[in-house]
């Protein structure tokens, strides 16, 4: 029963932000405002996701588990993982862990630069 909740959540995150990063992007306002060259559909699903995910974590001690796992791990994992790497990071701040927590912003954010560009290398080299 679970994996038929995360399932359908996956299957709506995904559905959600390829609708939304598409609409979003293919907007002829926002391209005239901040041009082509700026990934806005995932930044604005990306902010959406973490938005989400605030409100979904607020709500963990009131609603049913289940809810929670096709909320949270269905429809936001697939929509962002952005959103749960800033709510674990703003986990450490609040239980005042803040070293912790700024490693894991840094050290996410450039190794996960890093790892891409050596993936891309990598994938150069066949």
Do not use: K, W
Not at 58 to 69: G, N, S, T
């Amino acid at each position: 029963m679970l994996l038929a909740i995360l399932s359908i959540g996956g299957i709506l995150g995904t559905l959600g932000r390829y609708y939304l990063s598409r609409t979003i992007q293919n907007a002829g306002l926002i391209q005239r405002v901040f041009g082509y060259h700026f990934p806005l559909g995932i930044f604005c699903v990306n902010i959406l996701g973490c938005f989400f995910a605030g409100i979904v974590y607020a709500l963990e001690e009131i609603e049913p588990y289940p809810l929670v796992l096709f909320l949270f791990t269905g429809i936001l994992g697939a929509f962002t993982t952005f959103s749960t790497y800033i709510l674990e990071t703003m986990g450490l701040f609040l239980e005042g862990r803040r070293d912790l927590a700024i490693a894991n912003l840094l050290l996410t954010l450039f190794l996960s630069i890093i790892a891409a560009t050596l993936g891309i290398y990598v994938a150069n080299l066949f």
